[in-house]
Structures are given as C-alpha cells and as structure tokens.
C-alpha cells in the first residue's frame, strides 16, 4: 500500500459512511431486531415487540493452561478482512458485508482464517446511541488546546457501537527485590547523589486484569476508557450483538497473556519504588511468579465516531457502558505556543532565583 494511502485510511479509521448490522428476525411479524440498549431487550423495528434476553450467570473464569491449549472456535460466524485499513471482523454468515465497519471503504473479502474462540461473555450496551453526540461534544469543549473554532462547529458522525475483544486475567503474583536507589543530598556548598541497597517481597493480587486482543483500537484508547463491568459480565448471548458488529482479536490468548504479565511486573515494579524515596536508580532485579492464574475472553462495548474539521477526520471513542470519552482533536498552534513560552519563562524565573538566592 502506498503511503499516502495507508495515510488516508489511518485518518478515515472508525468513520464509515454506513454500519452494516446483523440481521435478525422477529417470531411474531419477521421483522428486522435489534438489541434495545435502553430497555435492555431484543426490540422489533417493525411491529415493536420486545423480547427478554436469557442472561445467563455471570461468567467464570478458566484455567490458564485452557486458553494456552484451547482449539474451540466461534461457531456459524466468519472472518473478514479490510484490505485497506487491515481490520477484523466477526460477521454471521447470514450477513453480507459491503463495507468496513472501520474504514467505510468496499474492500471486504472473506477470508479462509477460523474466527478464533468463541467470547465466554459480553458487556452489553448501556449508553443508548442518542446520548453519545452530546457526551462527545461536551468533550470537545474541555480539550482547552483545541482551536476555538473547532470547538464551536464540532458535530459528531458516524456513530455506531462494536464489540471489542479483550482478555481479562487473574491472578496472585510474590516478588522478590534487590535494587540499588540514590537520593539527592544538597549542602550549602556541594550536590551529591547517596547511594542506598534495597530488598525485599511484595505480594500482589490481580482481579480482572484487561488486556487489548484487536489492534483496532489501541491500548491506550481502551485504558483511557475504562473499567468496564467484566466482573459482571453475563454469558455470551447473540442476543446482545443484534444490531452491532463484533472485531476478533489478532492477538491470541497465549500473546494477551504474556503482555498481561509484562504490564503486571511494569506495575509491581512502580509499587516496589513507591515505598522508597529516591532522586535516581542504579539498578532493580525483580523476580516475580505468577500463581492461580485464570482468564476470561470477554467482548466489551465501544461506540465509534469522528468530527471534521477542515477536511481531517478526528476519531472518539464512547465507553458504551458508562460514557466515559476519549480520541484526538486538532491543536490550536497559539495555546501551544503560549503555553510552552509561559513554561519556559517560568523555569528560566525558578532559576534565576534559584541562583540569586544562592
């Protein structure tokens, strides 16, 4: 792909000019239905009726050695694939996909790759789609670097809601420590670093640890907007997904998991220099086991989106669950400029002062 291409579809991610939604119909008249986020039910466009989901039990998790081993695949579901943007997706076979529901380009072909694990449980939608334009919108207005004007004629498009796949994790880990930590000793005529030796254990529990599985949407993005209930997730039921489209991972259990303990030992590492004061480190070896390990693969909900703004798309994401937003805005070149001006007076001024005082 050239790369003004590739460029074009990185700006045109998540904004398609229409959502193709799974189709199911109603026993009463046949018509189309759709999962009613608000009412929290199977609702028929056509003649209104409205059917209770079967929530089953939340979901438990699974042995760790299940998903390293696991060969179970999503059944009556297929992939297909983006040729533009690259994404995903989980289509039904009754389904015909005409366009990405990532790019809104046509290049969708099907491929001949099995969908992966079958998601033991779904956080549904609760954030009906209506109340998603005005929580992306007073967004907008905080982003204090955004231009003015952009604030101003912000209007979102394109919203609809996917399923993202993510990997949850518990666990119990035990860390021991040695390290060497250095703290800065200032003295009316001389500044020296001290040296110090640390060790010792910490011992930390993970409940629900979450892990991206599709390149969808990045990390980042997915921890801005979080937590999501995956706790409470209830069983996977096709019911939730009427009306939406799934993504699939393109990262498996065994690498989500091996991700999952890299940002553990990352976080145990930060609580491990919390209990200490220090200016600079030498050095720290942790090693750290991971006991009772267990997971679940659990499909969480997104509403995606984008404003325009002098022909650049900009994307926001919407926790479907709780409307928390984040994504990208353009950058006004005066508040960036002022600011960094201000903060270089104002370190320049700390340290003139600093020096006259001295």
């Not at 039990?57 to 999503?74: P, R, S, Y």
């Not at 996917?162 to 040695?178: A, G, H, I, R």
């Not at 254990?201 to 937590?227: E, G, H």
Request: proline share 3%.
């Amino acid at each position: 792909m050239k790369k003004e291409q590739y460029d074009k579809a990185q700006e045109k991610l998540y904004s398609d000019d229409n959502v193709e939604m799974n189709i199911y119909k109603c026993p009463n008249c046949g018509g189309e239905t759709i999962f009613d986020v608000a009412q929290q039910k199977v609702l028929c466009q056509y003649c209104g009726s409205r059917f209770d989901i079967n929530a089953d039990t939340t979901v438990t998790e699974k042995n760790i050695d299940e998903l390293l081993n696991e060969a179970k695949v999503w059944d009556n579901v297929e992939v297909y694939s983006c040729e533009t943007c690259g994404a995903r997706q989980i289509i039904s076979n009754q389904d015909v996909a005409h366009e990405c529901s990532f790019c809104g380009t046509k290049h969708i072909i099907k491929t001949n790759e099995l969908p992966g694990l079958k998601p033991q449980g779904v956080v549904p939608f609760k954030m009906p789609v209506e109340n998603v334009a005005n929580l992306a919108k007073n967004w907008v207005k905080k982003k204090f670097f955004a231009p003015r004007n952009f604030k101003k004629s912000a209007m979102p498009e394109n919203i609809h809601g996917v399923y993202n796949p993510v990997f949850t994790f518990d666990c119990e880990t035990k860390t021991s420590y040695s390290g060497r930590l250095g703290e800065r000793i200032n003295t009316n005529k001389s500044s020296y670093i001290r040296y110090f030796y640390i060790n010792g254990n910490i011992d930390v529990k993970y409940d629900d640890f979450l892990v991206q599985a599709s390149s969808n949407i990045t990390t980042t993005t997915l921890n801005k907007l979080s937590p999501f209930s995956t706790n409470d997730a209830p069983v996977y039921n096709e019911d939730y997904l009427r009306g939406f489209k799934a993504s699939t991972y393109n990262k498996d259990g065994k690498a989500c998991w091996k991700e999952g303990q890299d940002l553990m030992r990352g976080d145990i590492r930060k609580r491990i220099l919390q209990r200490y004061r220090y200016d600079t480190i030498d050095f720290l070896d942790a090693k750290t086991a991971f006991l009772k390990q267990k997971y679940k693969y659990v499909l969480v909900p997104v509403y995606v989106g984008h404003h325009t703004y002098r022909g650049k798309l900009y994307n926001f994401y919407v926790n479907g669950e709780n409307g928390k937003v984040t994504g990208k805005t353009p950058l006004s070149i005066f508040k960036v400029s002022l600011v960094t001006i201000l903060t270089i007076l104002l370190v320049a001024g700390f340290v003139y002062l600093t020096c006259f005082l001295d």
